[in-house]
């Protein structure tokens, strides 16, 4: 029996002390805090890191302030398009789902692919017509208004700029944001198994069916028991052109390096050459946790069966 662990993140991207009222700080470490402990609770149960991460990945997207199921983005035609992915490390086997609307929980409907279609990645309506199938609740569209989402996109929907959970100076097309982010959880269960899911709204005013890196397996999640699981959030085009979270894995499988170095590697050094902003969290198979940055805030927590946690937003 191995050490367990589960670590959460609400994404990345200018979070400033500054900028947040105790109210709202409050708010985001509460959330942060039953996230984990719905994930820990299945882990504590014996449960299995899938099931883990799938639990506190559904409490991250039922609370309107992250972005991703009820909090999502709205997109330049004024809809809620989400995408993500979940990977279980010990089956190899991974769901994802992309650009899919109404879909309460998209993490849910991922699993769902994972488990029971013969498939990977399923999108747009397709996904949905599985969700139906699958008995995957569905939600209105009022259900992922949000006021503070409404006025952000609201400023820019008639522009061509886009605008990510962090801000980016060297995309000229990119706006200062109020950076409320995707989720995303990775855990480690008492067999050693990991896994990883990641859950997104994507960008506000995004267009053309813009997908990122959040539901691609291997740029925004993967999970391998031979090494690690990964959860990324930050500019997704950028995660995908460094093919992120696969890369921490090969780094751990072939050059030997710990959770900690392989992430600190693909953050601090890959990604900012890159211009890449944003950060991850991961668990290794020994229950390692690992969670690195390269913008000013990131949400983010885990909590380990030997007594370790931390729950955090700034550098
Ligand atoms: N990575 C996500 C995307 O590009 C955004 C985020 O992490 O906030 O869709």
Known sequence: MSVFTIAIHGGAGTILKKDMSAEREQEYLES?????????????????????????????????????????????????????????????NAGSVAGVRNVR????????????????????????????????KLEPDEYFFSQFRYDQ??????????????????????IKDKKFGTVGAVACDENGNVAAATSTGGMTNKKYGRIGDSPIIGAGNYANNKTCAVSCTGHGELFMLAVAAYDVSCLMEYKGYSIQQAIDHVVNEKLVQMKGQGGMIGVDAMGNPAMVFNTPGMYRGYKTSEGRNEISIYQ
Not at 50 to 64: H, M, Q, R, S, Y
Not at 161 to 174: F, G, K, R, S, V
């Open 32 to 92: 942060m805090g039953d996230a984990l402990d719905a994930g820990y609770a299945v882990l504590e149960k014996g449960g299995t890191a899938t099931n883990a991460v799938k639990a506190a990945c559904i409490v991250l997207e039922d609370n309107i302030l992250f972005n991703a199921g009820r909090g999502s983005v709205f997109s330049k035609s004024g809809e809620h398009e989400m995408d993500a992915a979940i990977m279980d490390g010990g089956l190899m």
């Open 105 to 136: 929980n998209p993490i849910a409907l991922a699993t769902e692919v994972m488990l029971n279609s013969n498939h990977v990645f399923l999108s747009g309506k397709g996904a949905t017509d599985f969700a139906l199938m699958q008995g995957i």
């Open 153 to 174: 996109w609201k400023e820019i929907r008639d522009s061509d700029i886009y605008a990510l959970e962090q801000t980016d100076p060297h995309m000229e097309n990119l």
